[in-house]
């Protein structure tokens, strides 16, 4: 059974960083695609990046492209949001997931889901 748990989540000023971490169990994850979403209250959730846990290839969403920069810790099986220069507009409950699938740009690729964490900005 695959674990996701997130943390890192909380408050920062506009213009600060932050950075997330999802700690990933149950599997061995060198074949699977890693992502990060945010839903914002009233709002769908969006598709933040993607990375590939085998080759470290990185795709992202064209609201956080230059500002945000995924990695991950093999060793570790953790991966990471590094979250710079935030805005108010960034507010968001943060989720990672997992899927086997080599898309992962949608919600709909996703199989696996951590329990999100909260991450607010001050104007």
């Known amino acids: 059974q695959v674990q996701l748990v997130e943390s890192g989540g909380g408050l920062v000023q506009a213009g600060g960083s932050l950075r997330l971490s999802c700690a990933a169990s149950?599997?061995?994850?060198?074949?699977?695609?890693m992502g990060w979403f945010r839903q914002a209250p009233g709002k769908e959730r969006e598709f933040v990046g993607r990375?590939?846990?085998?080759?470290?290839?990185?795709y992202y969403g064209d609201s956080v492209k230059g500002r945000f920069t995924i990695s991950r810790d093999n060793a570790k099986d953790t991966m990471y949001l590094q979250m710079n220069s935030l805005k108010p507009e960034d507010t968001a409950v943060y989720y990672c997931?997992?899927?086997?699938?080599?898309?992962?740009?949608?919600?709909?690729?996703?199989?696996?889901w951590g329990q999100g964490t909260q991450v607010t900005v001050s104007s």
């Open positions: 997931a997992a899927t086997r699938s080599i898309l992962g740009a949608t919600r709909l690729d996703y199989e696996y």
């Open positions: 149950g599997r061995t994850f060198s074949s699977y695609t």
């Open positions: 990375i590939w846990w085998a080759s470290g290839n990185t």
